[in-house]
């Protein structure tokens, strides 16, 4: 794979700064705390479903955000992006963990049936992220941006699965155009994706 386009600051200007500015606002820990919010408002009042997924998006997605700028500042990692794929390892050990232990409390606490699902799925596929990224450098924003997509659709109806493929398209095009991955990776990141939801719909969640 060719040096990503946004590599250095002097290369992060024009359409570029723009695709960056993108990915890092679309991505995997933003887009679960947004899916986190919308299932917890399917099921509860606004109050009750906005803590609610405030529990999950802190244990799934905030709390693996602040390691990452922790590592980065301390310089335990050399880019947000983390090419290197050794360095995602313990990110990646730390939201597996965040996602047990969101699942665990709205276990315990009887959370809505659809965060609980939510969390089994998050638990699963960074866990299924985690191994493949020992040996390969595959799409997470992929993964993320097809989960999402579909899991959408299966709560909301599938009008939102429609209305969500342009930014599925958008996404997987960013990543390509930034370098950060190739074709084979962003598919790769798409099968993982819609194979995780499979997975989950096999055992009765959404």
Same mark, same amino acid.
Not at 177 to 184: C, G, I, M
Not at 198 to 204: D, E, K, N, S
């Given at each position: 794979?060719?040096?990503? /386009?946004?590599?250095?600051?002097?290369?992060?200007?024009?359409?570029? @700064?723009? &695709?960056?500015?993108?990915?890092?606002?679309?991505?995997?820990?933003?887009?679960?705390?947004?899916?986190?919010?919308? %299932?917890?408002?399917? =099921?509860?009042?606004?109050? =009750?479903?906005?803590?609610?997924? &405030?529990?999950?998006?802190?244990?799934?997605?905030?709390?693996?955000?602040?390691?990452?700028?922790?590592?980065?500042?301390?310089? /335990?990692?050399?880019?947000?992006?983390?090419?290197?794929? /050794? =360095? @995602?390892?313990?990110?990646?050990?730390?939201?597996? !963990?965040?996602?047990?232990?969101?699942?665990?409390? !709205?276990?315990?606490?009887?959370?809505?049936?659809?965060?609980?699902?939510? &969390? !089994?799925?998050?638990?699963?596929?960074?866990?299924?992220?985690?191994?493949?990224?020992?040996?390969?450098?595959?799409?997470?924003?992929?993964?993320?941006?097809?989960?999402?997509?579909?899991?959408?659709?299966?709560?909301?109806?599938?009008?939102?699965?429609?209305?969500?493929?342009?930014?599925?398209?958008?996404?997987?095009?960013? @990543?390509?155009?930034?370098? @950060?991955?190739?074709?084979?990776?962003?598919?790769?990141?798409?099968?993982?994706? %819609?194979?995780?939801?499979?997975?989950?719909?096999? !055992?009765?969640?959404?």
């Amino acid at each position: 794979m060719n040096t990503p /386009r946004d590599n250095t600051a002097e290369m992060t200007t024009g359409l570029v @700064r723009v &695709a960056r500015i993108f990915s890092n606002v679309v991505s995997p820990s933003v887009m679960f705390a947004v899916i986190g919010l919308a %299932v917890a408002w399917k =099921e509860l009042p606004f109050w =009750e479903g906005l803590l609610w997924a &405030a529990v999950y998006g802190f244990w799934v997605s905030l709390m693996p955000i602040l390691l990452v700028v922790y590592m980065l500042r301390t310089g /335990r990692i050399s880019d947000l992006h983390m090419s290197n794929t /050794r =360095e @995602r390892r313990l990110p990646y050990l730390a939201s597996v !963990i965040g996602s047990l232990i969101a699942l665990a409390i !709205i276990q315990l606490f009887n959370g809505p049936d659809l965060l609980r699902c939510l &969390a !089994i799925f998050s638990t699963l596929e960074l866990a299924a992220l985690a191994v493949i990224t020992n040996f390969w450098l595959i799409s997470i924003h992929a993964t993320s941006i097809a989960s999402v997509t579909i899991i959408s659709g299966l709560v909301f109806g599938w009008w939102t699965l429609i209305l969500l493929l342009p930014l599925v398209v958008t996404v997987c095009w960013v @990543r390509l155009y930034l370098r @950060r991955h190739n074709v084979q990776q962003v598919v790769a990141g798409l099968a993982l994706g %819609v194979i995780t939801v499979w997975v989950l719909i096999q !055992i009765g969640c959404f």
